[in-house]
């Protein structure tokens, strides 16, 4: 059976990378005493996988895992087991068995909300984050810079951007997240430092996560 | 601490943050314990004997056993900039505030990196210019038996298997806490205690030639020479089977099972097999006990059996097999490393686990080599088992060797190239062709090591080691189906002078590091012409260190050390090695190194 869950990544583990996770995960299903399927071949390995890679430094209450199991499991059981042997940080919020056919989490993950939480403005004050962000929403096109294997790259981030807005103080958008296009908060938020005056720091958590099913995009759990 | 300042702008950031499974967390306990591994955490994670000291001193209701590694360079950069000290991974505690701070010396190059990790701390380097209120410093490990160039920043070192001696170190301390007493007085009833050295209560003078004279006893208290501690019920002996288990990737990410601590194979160049003695195993019982709960606690999926020769277990075939059957469905594999040629058996090589690579290490071309080093391999052993695991499905293979062993001779090196070629010609017979097949030759230099037979000879000259491995180098170029991998590095060198070194050289690592030295087992990072150039600076010589041969009656700075080795049984055995003779794996026989005197009764696998 396929079980999908939704999980946390909190502040205590939000410097572990995406492959890291893979592994924390790997282990707590061997610790609660859940087996998970192999794949065939020369080289089996568990069949785990996650919807969305999260850059590290990023924190989430939206992440997505989905697991292949060798036995019927309850969901709920399968949330509690994992959550009493998981490392301070971790948490499974919601688990729910799949029906197959069903496509995999990463072929259907299309979009993700992020909240932006300044921590330090380094003199950079609300109302000058106001005025970068409404001069984003305003720009036609946003370009960027980014390093990739043939040296930089210029990208434009405007179109991968689906909402930004905020307060002040907080910065919240909703992005890209899906194989073909893929806009990671950080990179957003090392934009908008630009053109800022300082060198402000910020949390950055994701909060939603939205999969395209049947043309409806919603969240899974 | 806010570590998110910095943490954004480095490498790996959770290689500083903490939190991993099973890590310890507690309050409110009267010692604070921080144990350093002078490396990168990714290497560090890696050490067994870090993980047994953590989880066994944090099992003491009175102590706190925090860990700290060496930061990268990216790291240290930050820290520096930003007025950060170096702090412990559980608690950003700065390890300042540490009562024990204890460094593991597993190799000679990691102790630059510990005079680094003391200033990033904020600790006085010189152990006689800290004050009351700073930590004790101290170091163990296999190193600690010979750290005289380490001597003048400890104030103490700890000697053996640390089990039991780390709790009389605690309970002492406990004591001294209360008491008002000075850090001198807490030295002299330390070192009255079995395990420890205190370097300040001896002084080493030196006569006009260099070579020392004598190790005064400045304190009248103060023993003759420190011994070592020895844990001899070693099934019982404490293993964490709810061991940390780190996000990061490690270098070895699987739980080492310690099957079993010693050698009775007597290899002459090996210090291990010496100041490991005895051997002691875990029964197999215990042994599946503890991998069970081990598994359950941390989710591995690979056990790998150590110790420094796990083919001569007496039980390793039955281990093997009932682990395989104990952990069918969880899918957790065995994997056995350190194996030797002649007890190599194909129930070790697992089926589920199929490892790109095996690696032996017949350590010298010939026989007659073999046999001054008494390694007790044949060439046959060699074959056998390339013929053993080539017909398992592997086409990979890496022989170690090492180059500039005693008596040594262009033709023993030239029989490296022979050995190699035999290898192959086995893979064709089994196969027909090559096609496949990869043998990955490696040397090294040999380095002499104390406490070891071959701890008088002089190591082999720079230029004649280096042209026996361009030699080499052009012999395996002409075999196919080989490949000779080997470091332009002069590593080698220093450790040389390192590990034979006296308190003089204090000088030069102090010299060394401030001129910038630091992961020096790094290739990358590691500057010989800076090391010489500290040399020259502190006025010492290394040759005087490295290819000057010892007298057999000549005092050595590591002679304040009582391993439980008698120093006339490694005279015996260096003489026996000048005629190549071998002598024989003491399970089948007391060859008499003087082990079994020093424990008071019978070696146990006697």
Redesign the interface.
């Known amino acids: 059976m396929r079980m999908i869950a939704r999980f946390k990544k909190g502040k ?2 939000k ?3 995406h ?2 996770i893979l ?2 995960f ?6 609660a005493d859940i ?1 998970p399927a ?1 794949s065939q071949g ?2 089996p390995h568990i069949l785990l996988g996650f919807a969305s890679a999260l850059p ?2 990023v924190m989430s209450c939206a992440e997505y895992l989905e697991c292949k199991l060798q036995n019927e499991t309850e969901p709920e059981k399968f949330a509690e087991a994992l959550n009493a ?5 971790f948490e499974i919020l919601a688990a729910k068995k799949v029906e197959e056919p069903f496509p995999s989490l990463m072929a259907i993950t299309e979009k993700a909300d992020y909240i932006i939480e300044i ?2 403005p380094d003199g950079v004050g609300s109302e000058e984050i106001k005025t970068v962000i409404t001069q984003m929403q305003n720009s036609a096109e946003m370009i960027v810079e980014r390093k990739s294997k043939k040296g930089m790259k210029q990208i434009d981030i405007k179109p991968m951007i689906y909402s930004l807005e905020t307060d002040g103080k907080t910065i919240t958008c909703t992005l890209t997240a899906s194989n073909v296009s893929n806009l990671r908060p950080d990179v957003l938020w090392e934009e908008i430092i630009r053109r800022t005056s300082g060198q402000p ?1 910020a ?1 950055i958590t994701r909060t939603e996560l939205y999969f395209n099913i049947d043309g409806s995009v919603l969240p899974l759990l | 601490m806010n570590l998110d300042k910095i943490l954004p702008f480095v490498e790996k950031p959770a290689r500083y943050t903490g939190g991993e499974m099973n890590m310890v967390r507690k309050d409110g306990a009267q010692v604070r314990f921080v144990f350093a591994f002078p490396d990168l955490y990714d290497i560090g994670m890696s050490h067994l004997g870090g993980k047994i000291i953590y989880h066994m001193l944090n099992e003491r209701e009175d102590t706190y056993c925090e860990r700290i590694f060496a930061p990268w360079v990216d790291m240290e950069q930050q820290m520096r900039q930003n007025n950060i000290p170096l702090f412990t991974l559980e608690t950003q505690m700065p390890v300042k505030q540490a009562d024990l701070l204890g460094f593991t010396l597993q190799y000679e190059m990691s102790y630059t990196n510990i005079l680094n990790m003391l200033d990033l701390s904020g600790i006085a380097l010189y152990a006689d210019r800290r004050g009351e209120d700073e930590p004790l410093v101290f170091a163990g490990g296999p190193c600690a038996y010979h750290a005289e160039p380490l001597a003048p920043f400890m104030d103490f070192f700890a000697l053996g298997d640390g089990e039991d001696e780390l709790n009389d170190l605690i309970d002492l301390y406990k004591q001294y806490k209360v008491s008002g007493k000075s850090k001198t007085d807490f030295l002299r009833m330390l070192s009255k205690i079995d395990g420890f050295y205190v370097p300040s209560f001896y002084e080493p003078v030196y006569r006009e030639d260099g070579i020392l004279d004598e190790i005064k006893v400045l304190d009248k208290d103060a023993p003759k020479q420190a011994v070592r501690r020895v844990v001899i019920d070693f099934d019982n002996a404490y293993f964490p089977t709810k061991m940390i288990v780190p996000f990061v990737e490690t270098v070895h990410d699987r739980i080492m099972l310690e099957i079993m601590r010693g050698c009775t194979r007597g290899c002459r160049f090996c210090q291990a097999g010496y100041i490991y003695r005895p051997v002691r195993e875990r029964s197999p019982q215990k042994l599946r006990e503890l991998a069970m709960e081990t598994v359950k606690n941390t989710g591995y999926q690979e056990i790998s059996l150590s110790s420094l020769s796990s083919g001569d277990y007496s039980c390793i075939v039955q281990l093997v097999e009932e682990l395989k059957s104990d952990f069918k469905d969880k899918r957790v594999v065995s994997s056995l490393p350190s194996l030797r040629l002649d007890s190599f058996n194909e129930d070790f090589i697992s089926d589920e686990m199929k490892r790109s690579s095996l690696t032996f290490a017949p350590e010298a071309g010939s026989q007659r080599l073999r046999d001054v080093i008494n390694k007790n391999i044949t060439e046959e052993d060699l074959l056998r088992t390339m013929n053993c695991v080539f017909s398992a499905g592997y086409t990979s293979v890496k022989l170690y060797f090492m180059l500039g062993l005693p008596t040594e001779t262009m033709e023993d090196v030239a029989d490296i190239a022979d050995l190699a070629a035999k290898c192959v010609n086995q893979y064709r017979q089994l196969h027909g062709n090559i096609k496949n097949l990869k043998i990955v030759i490696s040397t090294s230099f040999f380095v002499p090591k104390p406490f070891t037979p071959f701890q008088w000879c002089a190591q082999e000259a720079r230029e004649e080691l280096e042209q026996k491995r361009n030699y080499l180098s052009g012999l395996l170029k002409k075999v196919r189906g080989v490949e000779y991998r080997w470091h332009e590095n002069k590593m080698g060198f220093i450790e040389a002078a390192l590990a034979r070194g006296d308190r003089r050289l204090s000088e030069v690592l102090y010299k060394v590091w401030q001129k910038g030295a630091r992961f020096d087992s790094w290739n990358e990072y590691f500057s010989f012409t800076r090391w010489l150039e500290a040399f020259k600076e502190s006025g010492l010589d290394m040759d005087f260190y490295t290819v000057r041969e010892r007298g057999l009656d000549e005092l050595l700075p590591w002679d304040i050390i009582n391993s439980g080795i008698s120093k006339k049984y490694l005279q015996k055995e260096y003489e026996l090695s000048k005629n190549g003779q071998t002598t024989k794996d003491c399970r089948n026989g007391c060859t008499g190194c003087g082990m079994n005197k020093f424990i008071g009764g019978k070696c146990p696998c006697e």
């Open positions: 205590e583990v410097y572990i990378s492959l890291d592994r924390v790997q282990r707590a299903l061997i610790r087996l192999y020369f080289n590290v430094g042997v998981m490392p301070l940080g921590t330090e720091l949390e």
